[in-house]
Structures are given as structure tokens and as C-alpha cells.
């Protein structure tokens, strides 16, 4: 299994990016894939989630999109007006079943990818 996650960079506060994550090795279609950032000094973090439904964390509702291309097994998280505490690196993440009540538990997620740096700066 491999997920290549792309799209990081340097960006001003109000910006966007859009981060990719190509995943092969796997039944995409079946798949929960989604999106964990983690900041310097700081835990990992949940960002998004999407195979049949979509999950935001709060911090990014209404300025990030989670969406996925199943012709190209490709999910992607479209970030608008980016602030500066969204700097981290953002990792790609995949797993067959994920506790509902659980899916900002990194641990439920079996597959990673290696991470995009993403740096909102003025």
C-alpha cells in the first residue's frame, strides 16, 4: 500500500492550497481515506475523512474540502483562507473500517502516507 501525498508549500495567510494523496495498493473505493496534520510540539491531529460520507474537524469546516477521484484513486483537500495555525505537516491516511465515534483517533487508521509540509506565513 502506498499513499503520496503532494501539494505542500509556502502560502500567505488568506490563501490556498490543494494537497493530493495517490493512493495504489488498496480498494480505494472501499477505503476510508482522509487527512491528519501535525504541527511542531504538537499531537497529530484529525483534519478530514470522506468514503461514503464526509468528516471535518472544526478547527477547518467551511475552508477545507475533502473529495475524492475514483478514476484516478485520488482524494484531495482543497485549503481556502488559510491561516497561520494550520502550519504542519499534513499526512495521508487510510484504513478499511474506522469506529464512528472514533475517527479523529489516529490509531483507528492502519495506512499513512509521508507527510506534505504546508506553511502559512506572511
Known amino acids: 500500500v502506498q499513499l503520496q501525498a503532494s501539494g505542500g508549500g509556502l502560502v500567505q495567510p488568506g490563501g490556498s492550497l490543494r494537497l493530493s494523496c495517490a493512493v495504489s495498493g488498496l480498494a480505494f473505493s472501499r477505503y476510508i481515506i482522509g487527512w491528519f496534520r501535525q504541527a511542531p510540539g504538537k499531537e497529530r491531529e484529525f483534519v478530514a475523512n470522506i468514503r461514503w460520507n464526509t468528516y471535518y474537524a472544526d478547527s477547518v469546516k467551511g475552508r477545507f474540502t475533502i473529495s475524492r477521484d475514483t478514476a484516478a484513486d485520488t482524494v484531495y483537500l482543497q485549503m481556502n483562507s488559510l491561516k497561520p495555525e494550520d502550519t504542519a505537516v499534513y499526512y495521508c491516511?487510510?484504513?478499511?473500517?474506522?469506529?464512528?465515534?472514533?475517527?479523529?483517533?489516529?490509531?483507528?487508521?492502519?495506512?499513512w502516507g509521508q507527510g506534505t509540509k504546508v506553511t502559512v506565513s506572511s
Open positions: 491516511v487510510a484504513d478499511a473500517s474506522v469506529i464512528v465515534s472514533a475517527y479523529r483517533d489516529p490509531l483507528q487508521y492502519d495506512y
